[in-house]
Structure formats: structure tokens, C-alpha cells
């Protein structure tokens, strides 16, 4: 099981009497960066890197890559089954990282482009699709009962 990042940060925080200022500059990241760590809210892989080089401990520590990794590539190899297009295109896309052509950031891009894409009130969230449209017809309904 991977420890917290947070959890981390805090002890080194309080050991060497850090302000967030002072843990962000030792850290090369904002202190804000530091700030969302601490909240446990998302931070980007280089992030997660050089703060663990700061901490002294391997990624590993605090991402447990072992844990799932084979639930989710079978979950990532049925959605390539489902669309030959969109295997092309991440095939494409992991050859031109791998060489060097694109930067891995694009990676992060797609991720939440997908994101809001699968919770979009058009496109996901179909659930919450239903509920508005439903909201909308009783809308309607008070509406012309009113006016009956």
C-alpha cells in the first residue's frame, strides 16, 4: 500500500520547522503546489516526482503502481476493442512519446480533455442528463397546470 504524499510532506514540514514557502523553494514547486499536496488534491507526475527527490523517497512510495495495474489495462484494452480509430491514435500517440516527437504533458491533456468530456451534461453523464430532463418535464407540467 502507497503511503500519502501529504502525509509525507507534513512530518518533513514539521521535523525542520518548514513554512510552505520554504518547503516549495526546497522542493522547486510553488509553495501552492505544496498547499494542494497537503489537501490531497491532484498534482502531476513531475510534481510527484520532485517532491519525493525533496522527501528522499522513491515514486513508489507513494504510488502503488502494482495496485490494480492489471484491472485497469484490461479495462484500457477493451475500449481500444471498441474503437480501432482510437487505438490507432494512442498507438500513434505512445510512439511519438516514447521517441521524443511529443511531450509527455500531452498525455495529462488528453486525460482531461476525456474527463470533462465524460461528465459534460452533452456527451456523459447520462445519469444527470436524465435527472435535467426530468426536471425539465415537471417544470413543464407546473407550468401548464398553472395555466389550466
Request: one cysteine or more; glycine letters at 4%; hydrophobic letters at 40%.
Amino acid at each position: 500500500m502507497a503511503t500519502k504524499l501529504s502525509d509525507l510532506v507534513q512530518r518533513k514540514m514539521e521535523a525542520e520547522n518548514l513554512s510552505l514557502r520554504a518547503a516549495g523553494r526546497e522542493a522547486d514547486v510553488a509553495h501552492t503546489t505544496i498547499v494542494r499536496i497537503l489537501n490531497e488534491e491532484s498534482v502531476d507526475f513531475e510534481t510527484i516526482e520532485k517532491v519525493c527527490d525533496w522527501l528522499g523517497v522513491p515514486v513508489t512510495t507513494v504510488i502503488d503502481v502494482r495496485e490494480d495495474s492489471q484491472e485497469v489495462m484490461d479495462q484500457i484494452a477493451s475500449v481500444l476493442a471498441l474503437s480501432p480509430e482510437l487505438a490507432g491514435v494512442f498507438s500513434e500517440l505512445a510512439d511519438k512519446v516514447i521517441s521524443g516527437e511529443v511531450d509527455p504533458r500531452v498525455l495529462s491533456e488528453v486525460a482531461a480533455f476525456t474527463s470533462y468530456r465524460l461528465h459534460s451534461p452533452l456527451y456523459g453523464d447520462k445519469a444527470g442528463n436524465e435527472q435535467r430532463i426530468n426536471e425539465n418535464v415537471l417544470q413543464e407540467n407546473r407550468e401548464d397546470s398553472r395555466k389550466n
